[in-house]
């Protein structure tokens, strides 16, 4: 018996997977056992993953501009080794995932050309400019603290290699909270300037923090299915409420205030309440009407330009070696 429409994890869309192949499949899932790169996968579940994790290490690549911004105007020299540091562990996570999707069969340079493209999407987060200093405290605070919501939970994801990438990536993420949360609070108990400063970059990092967790669930697309996967684990409306809960008592504990006039404790729930979130601002800037779509797209493609010469140097290096080798023979 095969099931309709869908094609095989070999990519060989004449070699339908069975019922009793995606049940195996499932089964595995449901006992919690780790699915690896050479496992049998459907292909839906394979796709799922590729564009997930890509998009992951793209935004992790991405989110090194807004913070390499401001590392020759750190204003001290221990702050710019924290975000020197900081900046550099971005770079490590994109690699971890560029090489746990790599696993799944697609390659470096595919992925790259799909960001360069536009085909793939990064966390739209990093299309907002990093304005003052303070930003760098509210990032590290808010963006990096609702990273860690969304990448603790994927520590246990079915997918072993995603999985296994998870969990040094989110030690490195809660220093880079802490790093944050730090300025923020070095800011908000400093000079009124200081403190209106910190109370500024709130205002304009908290609502796309918030909506970092993606859509609500009711419109959430790819939602139902990764949950039966396990590749998520909680729905995004979940998380967004984690991290609001965890996040207003910090604003609190630093004497600012979370700019939603609706954010209330209520009792009854045992949750903060939060008011309605603007999403077709959201996908404006996920399409690419952000302020910093196009400078942060045109830096990767500088960089990618300015590699080639590297990469057309290696190439030819490996190309005589081997020739050497065969002529020695
Ligand atoms: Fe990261
Ligand atoms: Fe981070």
């Known amino acids: 018996m095969y099931a309709q429409g869908l094609i095989n994890a070999s990519g060989d869309p004449n070699a339908a997977e069975t019922t009793e192949q995606l049940a195996r499949f499932q089964a595995r899932i449901d006992a919690e056992e780790k699915i690896e790169a050479r496992d049998w996968m459907p292909a839906a579940y394979r796709k799922t993953l590729i564009r997930q994790i890509s998009q992951h290490a793209h935004s992790e690549i991405i989110g090194m501009q807004p913070e390499g911004n401001w590392v020759t105007r750190a204003p001290s020299l221990r702050r710019k ?3 020197l540091a900081k900046v550099q562990d971005e770079g490590g996570h994109g690699l971890y995932l560029y090489a746990a999707a790599e696993t799944l069969g697609i390659s470096r340079e595919e992925m790259q050309d799909q960001l360069l493209s536009g085909a793939a999407k990064y966390s739209s987060i990093f299309n907002y400019p990093t304005l003052t200093w303070a930003d760098i405290g509210a990032i590290g605070w808010l963006v990096d603290g609702a990273a860690i919501m969304n990448q603790i939970p994927l520590c246990r994801c079915s997918y072993g290699p995603y999985a296994r990438a998870m969990v040094r990536v989110c030690k ?4 880079h909270q802490r790093q944050g949360y730090e300025i923020m609070t070095t800011l908000a108990q400093g000079a009124p300037a200081q403190k209106a400063m910190a109370q500024d970059a709130l205002n304009r990092w908290w609502t796309p923090s918030v909506m970092m967790f993606g859509p609500p669930d009711t419109d959430s697309v790819h939602s139902d299915q990764s949950m039966t996967w396990k590749i998520k684990r909680f ?8 991290f609001v809960d965890a996040t207003v008592p910090q604003a609190d504990y630093l004497g600012l205030t979370v700019p939603d006039p609706d954010c209330k404790w209520n009792d009854a729930a045992q949750h903060y309440d ?4 603007d999403w077709n601002d959201f996908w404006k800037v996920v399409k690419g009407g952000g302020p910093m779509n196009r400078q942060r797209i045109a830096a990767r493609q500088k960089a990618d330009d300015d590699g080639a010469w590297v990469r057309e140097a290696a190439l030819a290096y490996a190309a005589k070696r081997s020739a050497l080798m065969e002529a020695a023979e």
């Open 172 to 175: 490195e993420e809660s220093f």
């Open 81 to 83: 080794a924290s975000l």
């Open 274 to 277: 939060i008011g309605p979130l």
């Open 235 to 242: 729905t995004n409306d979940a998380l967004r409420q984690r």
